[in-house]
DNA sequence: TTGACGTCGTTGCATCTGCAACGATATGCT
DNA sequence: AGCATATCGTTGCAGATGCAACGACGTCAA
Protein backbone atom coordinates (compact mmCIF):
# COMPACT_ATOMS: atom_id res chain seq x y z
CA UNK A 1 0.00 0.00 0.00
CA UNK A 2 1.64 3.20 -1.65
CA UNK A 3 2.38 6.03 0.99
CA UNK A 4 -0.07 8.90 0.57
CA UNK A 5 1.61 12.39 0.93
CA UNK A 6 -1.31 14.45 0.93
CA UNK A 7 -2.46 13.41 3.92
CA UNK A 8 0.77 13.72 5.40
CA UNK A 9 1.00 16.67 8.11
CA UNK A 10 4.21 17.86 7.41
CA UNK A 11 3.45 18.32 3.98
CA UNK A 12 0.02 20.23 4.30
CA UNK A 13 1.44 22.27 7.22
CA UNK A 14 4.25 23.51 4.40
CA UNK A 15 1.93 24.01 1.93
CA UNK A 16 -0.73 25.86 3.87
CA UNK A 17 2.25 27.98 5.56
CA UNK A 18 4.14 28.82 2.15
CA UNK A 19 0.46 29.89 0.40
CA UNK A 20 -0.71 31.71 3.39
CA UNK A 21 2.54 33.41 3.97
CA UNK A 22 2.46 34.49 -0.07
CA UNK A 23 -0.80 36.00 0.39
CA UNK A 24 -0.17 38.04 3.25
CA UNK A 25 3.17 39.22 1.96
CA UNK A 26 0.72 40.29 -1.18
CA UNK A 27 -1.02 41.98 0.67
CA UNK A 28 1.84 44.11 2.37
CA UNK A 29 4.03 44.10 -0.90
CA UNK A 30 2.31 47.52 -1.82
CA UNK A 31 2.61 49.18 1.68
CA UNK A 32 6.54 48.14 2.21
CA UNK A 33 8.58 45.51 0.90
CA UNK A 34 9.59 43.97 3.45
CA UNK A 35 10.56 40.29 3.51
CA UNK A 36 9.16 37.88 6.00
CA UNK A 37 11.96 37.92 8.65
CA UNK A 38 12.08 41.92 8.34
CA UNK A 39 7.80 42.03 9.12
CA UNK A 40 8.41 39.95 11.84
CA UNK A 41 11.05 41.50 13.36
CA UNK A 42 9.10 44.66 13.50
CA UNK A 43 5.95 43.37 14.63
CA UNK A 44 7.79 42.03 17.64
CA UNK A 45 9.59 45.56 18.44
CA UNK A 46 6.23 46.62 18.14
CA UNK A 47 4.60 44.90 20.97
CA UNK A 48 7.96 44.53 23.02
CA UNK A 49 9.07 48.23 22.99
CA UNK A 50 13.05 47.11 22.64
CA UNK A 51 14.64 43.89 22.23
CA UNK A 52 18.27 42.83 21.11
CA UNK A 53 19.02 40.31 18.12
CA UNK A 54 19.01 37.49 20.76
CA UNK A 55 15.48 38.13 21.72
CA UNK A 56 13.93 38.14 18.53
CA UNK A 57 16.24 35.26 17.71
CA UNK A 58 14.71 32.95 20.71
CA UNK A 59 11.07 34.67 20.84
CA UNK A 60 10.77 34.86 16.26
CA UNK A 61 11.81 31.32 15.61
CA UNK A 62 14.58 33.28 13.40
CA UNK A 63 18.62 32.38 13.26
CA UNK A 64 20.46 35.27 14.87
CA UNK A 65 22.33 35.78 11.68
CA UNK A 66 18.85 36.55 9.58
CA UNK A 67 17.77 38.77 12.19
CA UNK A 68 21.20 40.65 12.38
CA UNK A 69 20.52 41.20 8.55
CA UNK A 70 17.26 41.77 8.75
CA UNK A 71 18.08 44.80 11.35
CA UNK A 72 20.42 46.23 9.24
CA UNK A 73 18.67 46.62 6.60
CA UNK A 74 15.53 48.00 8.30
CA UNK A 75 18.48 50.73 10.17
CA UNK A 76 19.38 51.74 6.96
CA UNK A 77 15.39 51.72 5.48
CA UNK A 78 14.79 54.20 8.89
CA UNK A 79 12.19 52.17 10.30
CA UNK A 80 14.90 50.91 13.06
CA UNK A 81 17.51 52.63 15.63
CA UNK A 82 20.38 50.23 16.52
CA UNK A 83 21.69 50.98 20.39
CA UNK A 84 23.99 49.69 22.49
CA UNK A 85 22.94 48.15 25.70
CA UNK A 86 25.11 50.30 28.14
CA UNK A 87 24.86 47.62 31.09
CA UNK A 88 25.92 44.73 28.86
CA UNK A 89 28.39 45.89 25.91
CA UNK A 90 27.86 42.80 23.99
CA UNK A 91 24.09 43.66 23.37
CA UNK A 92 22.23 45.88 20.41
CA UNK A 93 19.12 47.29 21.45
CA UNK A 94 16.71 47.76 18.90
CA UNK A 95 13.65 49.90 18.58
CA UNK A 96 11.24 51.10 16.10
CA UNK A 97 12.06 54.52 15.08
CA UNK A 98 8.66 56.94 14.40
CA UNK A 99 8.53 56.00 10.73
CA UNK A 100 9.03 51.93 11.71
CA UNK A 101 5.87 52.41 14.24
CA UNK A 102 3.76 54.51 11.60
CA UNK A 103 4.39 51.83 9.33
CA UNK A 104 3.49 49.43 11.88
CA UNK A 105 0.60 50.95 12.74
CA UNK A 106 -0.74 50.43 8.72
CA UNK A 107 0.80 46.93 9.22
CA UNK A 108 -1.33 45.96 12.29
CA UNK A 109 -4.18 46.95 10.28
CA UNK A 110 -3.62 45.04 7.12
CA UNK A 111 -2.56 41.89 9.24
CA UNK A 112 -5.59 42.68 11.51
CA UNK A 113 -8.15 42.35 8.42
CA UNK A 114 -5.99 39.41 6.99
CA UNK A 115 -6.50 37.41 10.41
CA UNK A 116 -10.11 38.33 10.66
CA UNK A 117 -10.54 36.80 6.68
CA UNK A 118 -8.64 33.49 7.76
CA UNK A 119 -10.31 33.39 10.62
CA UNK A 120 -13.71 33.76 8.28
CA UNK A 121 -12.55 31.12 5.58
CA UNK A 122 -11.93 28.43 8.64
CA UNK A 123 -15.04 28.96 10.48
CA UNK A 124 -15.48 27.00 13.40
CA UNK A 125 -11.90 25.27 13.06
CA UNK A 126 -10.12 27.96 13.35
CA UNK A 127 -9.42 28.24 17.04
CA UNK A 128 -8.87 24.26 16.77
CA UNK A 129 -6.18 25.24 13.92
CA UNK A 130 -4.46 27.92 16.48
CA UNK A 131 -4.40 25.72 19.31
CA UNK A 132 -2.93 22.12 17.18
CA UNK A 133 -0.13 24.53 15.77
CA UNK A 134 0.78 26.17 19.30
CA UNK A 135 1.06 22.71 20.09
CA UNK A 136 2.85 22.08 17.24
CA UNK A 137 5.44 24.98 17.72
CA UNK A 138 6.57 25.26 21.00
CA UNK A 139 7.62 28.68 22.09
CA UNK A 140 11.07 27.72 23.53
CA UNK A 141 12.59 24.34 22.17
CA UNK A 142 15.83 25.08 19.57
CA UNK B 1 -2.85 48.78 21.12
CA UNK B 2 0.05 46.83 19.72
CA UNK B 3 -0.01 43.71 17.15
CA UNK B 4 0.46 40.58 18.89
CA UNK B 5 2.85 38.02 16.44
CA UNK B 6 1.89 35.03 18.66
CA UNK B 7 -1.75 34.21 17.47
CA UNK B 8 -1.46 35.46 13.86
CA UNK B 9 -1.84 32.70 11.28
CA UNK B 10 0.56 33.14 9.02
CA UNK B 11 3.42 32.90 11.47
CA UNK B 12 2.11 30.01 14.00
CA UNK B 13 1.62 28.18 10.46
CA UNK B 14 5.37 28.87 9.30
CA UNK B 15 6.62 28.09 12.57
CA UNK B 16 4.80 24.50 13.48
CA UNK B 17 5.57 24.11 9.36
CA UNK B 18 9.41 24.28 10.14
CA UNK B 19 9.58 22.60 13.37
CA UNK B 20 7.55 19.22 11.87
CA UNK B 21 9.44 19.31 8.98
CA UNK B 22 12.72 19.81 11.43
CA UNK B 23 11.61 17.12 13.53
CA UNK B 24 10.66 14.41 10.33
CA UNK B 25 13.70 15.08 8.99
CA UNK B 26 16.17 14.34 11.95
CA UNK B 27 13.97 11.05 11.89
CA UNK B 28 14.95 9.97 8.10
CA UNK B 29 17.90 11.46 7.85
CA UNK B 30 19.59 8.02 9.77
CA UNK B 31 17.86 5.96 6.66
CA UNK B 32 18.81 8.67 3.60
CA UNK B 33 20.28 11.55 3.51
CA UNK B 34 17.14 13.49 1.26
CA UNK B 35 16.26 16.95 1.22
CA UNK B 36 12.89 17.84 1.28
CA UNK B 37 12.02 18.40 -1.97
CA UNK B 38 13.66 15.09 -3.19
CA UNK B 39 11.63 13.40 -0.40
CA UNK B 40 8.75 14.67 -2.08
CA UNK B 41 9.76 13.66 -5.27
CA UNK B 42 10.14 9.96 -3.82
CA UNK B 43 7.20 9.81 -2.10
CA UNK B 44 4.81 10.96 -5.10
CA UNK B 45 6.82 8.76 -7.25
CA UNK B 46 5.99 5.75 -4.84
CA UNK B 47 1.68 6.47 -4.84
CA UNK B 48 1.41 7.53 -8.44
CA UNK B 49 3.90 5.02 -10.27
CA UNK B 50 5.36 7.54 -13.15
CA UNK B 51 5.41 11.13 -13.23
CA UNK B 52 6.68 13.86 -15.28
CA UNK B 53 8.23 17.04 -13.99
CA UNK B 54 5.61 19.13 -14.65
CA UNK B 55 3.15 16.58 -12.75
CA UNK B 56 4.99 16.73 -9.36
CA UNK B 57 5.48 20.73 -10.21
CA UNK B 58 2.05 21.03 -10.31
CA UNK B 59 0.90 18.41 -7.39
CA UNK B 60 3.21 18.63 -4.93
CA UNK B 61 4.10 22.43 -4.58
CA UNK B 62 7.47 22.69 -5.53
CA UNK B 63 9.08 24.93 -8.51
CA UNK B 64 10.09 23.41 -11.84
CA UNK B 65 13.82 23.73 -11.00
CA UNK B 66 13.40 22.22 -7.96
CA UNK B 67 12.29 19.08 -9.09
CA UNK B 68 14.58 19.23 -11.98
CA UNK B 69 17.55 19.10 -9.68
CA UNK B 70 16.16 16.63 -7.25
CA UNK B 71 15.67 14.36 -10.04
CA UNK B 72 18.86 14.79 -11.17
CA UNK B 73 20.46 14.18 -7.77
CA UNK B 74 17.77 11.19 -6.95
CA UNK B 75 18.81 9.67 -10.52
CA UNK B 76 22.61 9.92 -9.84
CA UNK B 77 21.72 8.22 -6.51
CA UNK B 78 20.13 5.47 -8.44
CA UNK B 79 16.82 5.88 -6.56
CA UNK B 80 15.60 7.01 -9.66
CA UNK B 81 15.26 6.55 -13.34
CA UNK B 82 14.31 9.43 -16.33
CA UNK B 83 12.78 8.36 -19.31
CA UNK B 84 12.22 10.09 -22.22
CA UNK B 85 8.40 9.82 -23.06
CA UNK B 86 7.72 8.36 -26.63
CA UNK B 87 4.34 10.10 -27.55
CA UNK B 88 5.79 13.75 -26.46
CA UNK B 89 9.04 13.99 -26.27
CA UNK B 90 9.23 16.85 -24.51
CA UNK B 91 7.94 14.97 -21.17
CA UNK B 92 10.41 13.09 -19.05
CA UNK B 93 8.80 10.14 -17.32
CA UNK B 94 10.14 9.79 -13.88
CA UNK B 95 10.07 6.17 -12.18
CA UNK B 96 11.38 4.76 -9.10
CA UNK B 97 14.45 2.07 -9.50
CA UNK B 98 14.13 -1.20 -7.23
CA UNK B 99 16.44 0.51 -4.96
CA UNK B 100 14.20 3.64 -4.58
CA UNK B 101 11.10 1.34 -4.16
CA UNK B 102 12.75 -0.32 -1.34
CA UNK B 103 14.05 3.12 0.42
CA UNK B 104 10.34 4.18 -0.02
CA UNK B 105 9.07 1.02 1.43
CA UNK B 106 11.38 2.06 4.65
CA UNK B 107 10.44 5.56 4.67
CA UNK B 108 6.88 5.20 4.67
CA UNK B 109 6.59 3.06 7.67
CA UNK B 110 8.96 6.17 9.35
CA UNK B 111 6.58 8.51 7.82
CA UNK B 112 3.56 6.54 8.89
CA UNK B 113 4.60 5.83 12.53
CA UNK B 114 5.75 9.76 12.93
CA UNK B 115 1.98 10.68 11.36
CA UNK B 116 0.46 8.60 14.00
CA UNK B 117 3.02 10.28 16.57
CA UNK B 118 1.77 13.41 15.42
CA UNK B 119 -2.35 12.91 15.81
CA UNK B 120 -1.27 11.23 18.77
CA UNK B 121 0.01 14.14 20.18
CA UNK B 122 -2.70 16.27 18.70
CA UNK B 123 -6.31 14.18 19.98
CA UNK B 124 -9.01 14.98 18.71
CA UNK B 125 -7.53 18.00 17.11
CA UNK B 126 -5.65 16.53 14.64
CA UNK B 127 -9.10 15.67 11.79
CA UNK B 128 -9.76 19.31 12.61
CA UNK B 129 -6.18 20.76 11.67
CA UNK B 130 -5.55 18.54 8.94
CA UNK B 131 -9.07 19.57 7.07
CA UNK B 132 -8.56 23.55 7.85
CA UNK B 133 -4.97 22.82 6.64
CA UNK B 134 -6.34 21.15 3.52
CA UNK B 135 -8.40 24.44 3.48
CA UNK B 136 -5.73 26.84 3.20
CA UNK B 137 -3.56 24.69 0.82
CA UNK B 138 -5.86 24.39 -2.46
CA UNK B 139 -4.61 21.58 -4.72
CA UNK B 140 -4.22 23.67 -7.96
CA UNK B 141 -4.25 27.26 -7.22
CA UNK B 142 -0.62 28.95 -8.77
C1' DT C 1 4.03 22.95 -45.24
C1' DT C 2 4.92 26.82 -42.88
C1' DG C 3 5.07 29.77 -39.13
C1' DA C 4 3.33 31.65 -34.75
C1' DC C 5 2.53 30.31 -30.32
C1' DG C 6 2.50 27.24 -26.18
C1' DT C 7 4.70 23.77 -23.22
C1' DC C 8 8.46 20.86 -21.42
C1' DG C 9 12.78 20.36 -18.74
C1' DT C 10 17.17 22.61 -17.89
C1' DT C 11 20.24 26.16 -16.61
C1' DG C 12 22.09 30.86 -15.05
C1' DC C 13 21.70 34.10 -11.76
C1' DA C 14 20.56 36.87 -7.80
C1' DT C 15 19.09 36.18 -3.34
C1' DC C 16 18.15 33.92 0.98
C1' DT C 17 19.10 30.55 4.41
C1' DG C 18 21.64 27.88 8.05
C1' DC C 19 25.85 26.90 10.03
C1' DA C 20 30.30 27.72 11.69
C1' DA C 21 33.64 30.61 12.51
C1' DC C 22 35.31 35.19 14.62
C1' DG C 23 36.23 39.49 17.67
C1' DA C 24 34.38 41.74 21.51
C1' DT C 25 32.58 41.49 25.90
C1' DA C 26 30.86 39.22 30.25
C1' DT C 27 31.00 35.72 33.85
C1' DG C 28 32.80 32.49 36.99
C1' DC C 29 36.38 29.90 39.24
C1' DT C 30 40.65 29.75 41.66
C1' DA D 1 43.58 39.70 39.80
C1' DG D 2 43.97 36.31 36.11
C1' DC D 3 42.48 33.12 33.03
C1' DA D 4 39.20 29.72 31.08
C1' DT D 5 34.64 29.56 29.42
C1' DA D 6 30.29 31.37 27.66
C1' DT D 7 27.46 34.71 25.17
C1' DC D 8 26.44 38.48 21.77
C1' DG D 9 26.24 40.23 17.11
C1' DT D 10 28.52 39.98 12.68
C1' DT D 11 30.43 37.90 8.71
C1' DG D 12 32.00 34.16 5.23
C1' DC D 13 30.56 30.53 2.90
C1' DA D 14 28.25 26.56 0.84
C1' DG D 15 23.91 25.11 -0.51
C1' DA D 16 18.94 25.83 -1.65
C1' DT D 17 15.35 28.67 -3.67
C1' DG D 18 12.55 31.33 -7.09
C1' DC D 19 12.45 33.52 -11.32
C1' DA D 20 13.48 34.32 -15.95
C1' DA D 21 15.56 33.02 -19.74
C1' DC D 22 16.67 29.24 -23.25
C1' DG D 23 16.54 25.25 -26.65
C1' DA D 24 13.80 21.47 -27.93
C1' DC D 25 9.50 19.89 -29.12
C1' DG D 26 4.34 19.99 -29.98
C1' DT D 27 -0.05 22.16 -31.67
C1' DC D 28 -2.97 24.76 -34.34
C1' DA D 29 -4.50 27.63 -38.19
C1' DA D 30 -3.86 29.46 -42.67
Redesign the pocket.
Given at each position: MPFHLDTFLPYLLSVAA?RTS?RFAALYAAEAGL???EWRVLAHLDHSGAA??????ALVH???????????RLEQAGLVK?QG?T????????RLSPEGTALMLRLSGIAERFQAQLVAELGTDAPTLARALQRLAPGSEP
Open positions: HATIPSVRDIHLDKSVVSRAASKDADRRLIVL
